[in-house]
Structures are given as C-alpha cells and as structure tokens.
C-alpha cells in the first residue's frame, strides 16, 4: 500500500517504481489518497490508472484489508511489515 494522500506530483521514475512488482510478476500496490489532481492525471495519461485500486484515504484501504493482510517480517525487515502473498493476489490485478 502506498500512501499518495501528500503527493502534489510524482515523476516517472515513482510511476516506474509502483509498476515494478507487476513487471516482475507481482501485483501492484493498493494506492491511498486523496489524490491530487495532477498524481491523477499522470496516472490517466499513462493508462496506468485501471490497474491499481485506489482508495480516497489510508483508513479505507487499510480498513478493506484482511486481518491476514500483513506477515510480520521483523528479521528480513528490521520490524517493516509486508503483505502476504494471499492478500496481495487477492488485493491487486496483474500488469499485462
């Protein structure tokens, strides 16, 4: 899940790095917001907007999550949580 609810813009290196789990077969993150105006645009220009769920804040996203939504990965992470593999196919489509 990536917060965007501050985010007046993001170039395309931040698109290229939200598309990249998809590009190595994964599924894209869930996308929080509001979003601003222009973060919107760039994603409708690029065609990439379809492929993510957006959400209008991080308290809706986080509340359509499942309670297995998250795996503590406290050695591999240094205590960042990240989304199991279930959640995560559930959660978002593939990029094709």
């Known amino acids: 899940m990536v917060d965007l609810s501050e985010a ?3 170039s395309a ?11 190595k077969g994964g599924h894209l993150p869930r996308l929080a917001g509001p979003l601003s105006p222009v973060a ?5 220009v690029t065609g990439t907007l379809k ?7 991080l308290a809706n996203a986080v509340i359509r999550l499942p309670d297995t939504a998250f795996a ?18 559930a959660a978002s489509p593939r990029l094709r």
């Open 8 to 10: 007046e813009f993001f």
């Open 13 to 23: 290196e931040v698109l290229n790095e939200l598309l990249r789990p998809a590009r």
């Open 40 to 44: 919107r645009r760039r994603l409708e």
């Open 51 to 57: 492929f993510f769920e957006v959400f209008p804040t």
């Open 72 to 89: 503590d990965a406290t050695e591999a992470s240094g205590g960042i949580q990240h989304r199991s593999s279930t959640a995560t196919e």
